[in-house]
């Protein structure tokens, strides 16, 4: 609630607050970017036989930052809601590599968008969003309701 005399105030800082969170994605968007391009490079290296230790000159984290903050929770329920028959998540994870313009057959990404997609699902589950069907080896899941 405004209090008299705030209305500008809090405009303001509302105005100011979504500036910065449109900075925040503009900066996570090129942190990607450029963590592409430097495992890309460490690819042609290597292919070219390049076998020194790359260790000291990569990022500290070999996490690609891929999403926004609640993105892939987002896309999990949308794709959730258009599925018309329970979906793995490997099946999900490939779709999301696909749209990202990314390669799937990269194992290692797929792994780990795989990975990142089970705990989403998984979270989601616990809020009530989605339910999974099968087992723990083999699990397929679908929007509650």
Same mark, same amino acid.
């Given at each position: 609630?405004?209090?008299?005399?705030?209305?500008?105030?809090?405009?303001?800082?509302?105005?100011?607050?979504?500036?910065?969170?449109?900075?925040?994605?503009?900066?996570?968007?090129?942190?990607?970017?450029?963590?592409?391009?430097?495992?890309?490079?460490?690819?042609?290296?290597?292919?070219?036989?390049?076998?020194?230790?790359?260790?000291?000159?990569?990022?500290?984290?070999?996490?690609?930052?891929?999403?926004?903050?609640?993105?892939?929770?987002?896309?999990?329920?949308?794709?959730?809601?258009?599925?018309?028959?329970?979906?793995?998540?490997?099946?999900?994870?490939? $779709? &999301?590599?696909?749209?990202? +313009?990314?390669?799937?057959?990269?194992?290692?990404?797929? *792994?780990?968008?795989? %990975?990142? #997609? /089970?705990?989403?699902? $998984? &979270?989601?589950?616990?809020? +009530?969003?989605?339910?999974?069907?099968?087992?723990?080896? *083999?699990?397929?899941? %679908?929007? #509650? /309701?």
């Amino acid at each position: 609630m405004a209090q008299d005399g705030y209305d500008n105030t809090i405009s303001g800082l509302l105005r100011k607050r979504s500036e910065l969170m449109g900075e925040a994605q503009r900066l996570r968007e090129a942190m990607a970017v450029v963590g592409n391009d430097v495992e890309a490079l460490d690819r042609v290296l290597v292919a070219l036989g390049y076998d020194g230790a790359l260790k000291g000159v990569q990022p500290r984290s070999n996490r690609i930052i891929m999403f926004a903050r609640n993105e892939l929770r987002c896309w999990l329920i949308d794709e959730l809601r258009k599925a018309t028959a329970p979906v793995t998540s490997r099946e999900l994870a490939v $779709k &999301l590599i696909g749209l990202e +313009g990314k390669d799937a057959r990269d194992r290692r990404l797929r *792994n780990d968008i795989v %990975k990142r #997609v /089970g705990k989403s699902l $998984k &979270l989601l589950r616990r809020q +009530g969003f989605a339910e999974s069907l099968g087992h723990a080896s *083999n699990l397929s899941w %679908k929007i #509650v /309701g």
